[in-house]
């Protein structure tokens, strides 16, 4: 078998792990919690501007993003 007939093969045991993962769940039916649209705001906003979890998100995308940028900056190939 050549190298890509294994990869082909790895991609589709993966595929078949993961379905078989995912069907085997057992997943919760019915109400979860009595959360409304208000209540994840204030959590994530809080009461006040001083309060809350947006300035904390929005630090770790911007992170996030920062380390994205250097991965493919050091990645990308110099040419000569």
Do not use: C, H, R
């Not at 906003?45 to 309060?51: D, K, L, P, S």
């Amino acid at each position: 078998m050549t190298k890509g007939a294994w990869n082909a093969l790895a991609v589709m045991l993966m595929a078949l792990l993961f379905v078989l993962v995912v069907t085997g769940v057992s997943w919760p039916e019915g109400d979860m919690d009595d959360v409304s649209n208000e209540d994840l705001a204030t959590t994530l906003f809080g009461e006040q501007n001083t309060e809350g979890y947006a300035l904390v998100v929005f630090l770790i995308g911007l992170l996030l993003l920062v380390a994205l940028l250097g991965g493919v900056f050091l990645a990308k190939e110099e040419k000569e």
